[in-house]
């Protein structure tokens, strides 16, 4: 069974701080990696049930060869269904030739189909505290998919099989955006780097960083795990929400009152800005952002159906559905903030959700253990107030 990685485990040998420190958002860093160390996270045959089980539409599924999209009608048809009206089926005979031909298949959000990608995508939002998802690129021929090009996120390419030929070619416009006032110009010239990356490597490759991957004449397979850092102009934003709660920002601009009334608003207005910006203004917004962050999609039926909540014997595991959830203390209380809720315990709960808050299934036991003083009764409502919050699910 392949172990799950977490950014640690992706970086290595380099110390997850380090990375943090030297790299993340710098400059692109390969982390070469034993062949085959990846391989259970997405092989072939999973691969193959995916594209058998799911109805993916385009744009989510997608072919790519010599830089341009192959129409999705040459190798998909659309079937009726009894309630749902058309949806899409894979051809499998022209959908395999346009695969011979050279042709690059694309699957994107990969980490909601395949529960061990999905682990992935889960340890990863834990530790870079960004939202993750992740794309699948399969290929066989010695075509590029894409042409040069940039993108607006942080990536890790983690090579699954084969060998991919990269090239990269440097940064034109520092830490472009998606809405930006201008876009970074096309470089000119050979790459700085070529290289391939082999079966069992990582790449990371920052925002803005122009590169192009082509096949070598062999089967391929890999993930790139796409996710963006926040940004000042996402701050920005994030304060403007806020303002909305103060009427002297709500209130309408004296347009056609004279100009000492309108210089006294402006002057109202950077006043209040100066107050609202002051201190940890960064930190307040990254704590925001997590507590924002959705929780993950996961039930756990059957038991989350029925007024139990949670199996009757000690022996399952459950999860915080939250990677990015945080806990306050206040006095003789202890709050859980997590996809948008704020929930407030007795203070004796820390423990359990602490042991929560690592990001990975944790036995009923030991988290009934975990408290002293606190008996399992205790313990199994607590999680049950959970499992109704959509916050916590049997692993």
Do not use: C
Not at 36 to 59: C, I, K, N, S, Y
Not at 125 to 146: C, K, M, P, S
């Amino acid at each position: 069974m392949t172990e799950i990685p977490g950014l640690a485990g992706l970086v290595a040998p380099l110390e997850a701080g380090r990375f943090f420190e030297e790299v993340l958002g710098k400059a692109p860093r390969r982390f070469p990696g034993e062949k085959g160390r990846f391989a259970g996270l997405l092989p072939w045959p999973e691969l193959d049930r995916v594209l058998r089980q799911h109805r993916l539409e385009f744009p989510r599924l997608r072919l790519a060869l010599d830089g341009e999209v192959v129409p999705a009608h040459t190798y998909t048809e659309m079937v009726s269904t009894r309630r749902n009206g058309l949806v899409p089926r894979v051809l499998s005979a022209p959908f395999a030739e346009h695969l011979r031909s050279g042709a690059t298949l694309v699957v994107d959000s990969v980490n909601e189909l395949v529960d061990g990608v999905g682990e992935l995508a889960s340890r990863l939002e834990h530790d870079l505290r960004e939202r993750i998802q992740v794309n699948l690129y399969a290929g066989w021929g010695t075509t590029h998919g894409f042409d040069v090009h940039w993108d607006d996120h942080d990536a890790f390419i983690i090579q699954l099989s084969g060998r991919k030929r990269w090239r990269l070619h440097g940064v034109t416009r520092r830490s472009p955006l998606q809405r930006d006032v201008e876009l970074p110009e096309r470089p000119e010239g050979e790459p700085y780097e070529d290289f391939l990356l082999e079966d069992g490597d990582v790449l990371y490759l920052p925002r803005g960083h122009w590169h192009d991957v082509s096949a070598v004449g062999e089967e391929s397979l890999h993930l790139t795990i796409g996710f963006n850092a926040a940004t000042g102009v996402d701050l920005v934003a994030w304060l403007a929400d806020q303002l909305r709660a103060d009427e002297l920002f709500r209130a309408d601009l004296p347009r056609f009152a004279g100009p000492e009334v309108r210089a006294e608003r402006a002057e109202a207005v950077r006043r209040r800005l100066a107050e609202l910006t002051a201190g940890d203004l960064v930190d307040r917004f990254l704590a925001d952002r997590d507590a924002q962050a959705p929780a993950q999609t996961r039930v756990g039926l059957p038991w989350a159906a029925t007024a139990e909540l949670l199996p009757p014997d000690d022996d399952f595991e459950v999860r915080l559905l939250a990677p990015r959830a945080a806990l306050v203390d206040g006095e003789g209380t202890v709050a859980l903030v997590a996809a948008g809720k704020r929930l407030v315990f007795a203070a004796p709960a820390r423990p359990v959700l602490a042991a929560l808050l690592g990001g990975t299934p944790q036995p009923f036991k030991v988290l009934a253990d975990a408290a002293p003083g606190v008996d399992r009764a205790t313990v199994r409502a607590l999680l049950g107030e959970l499992v109704t919050q959509g916050l916590v699910a049997r692993a």
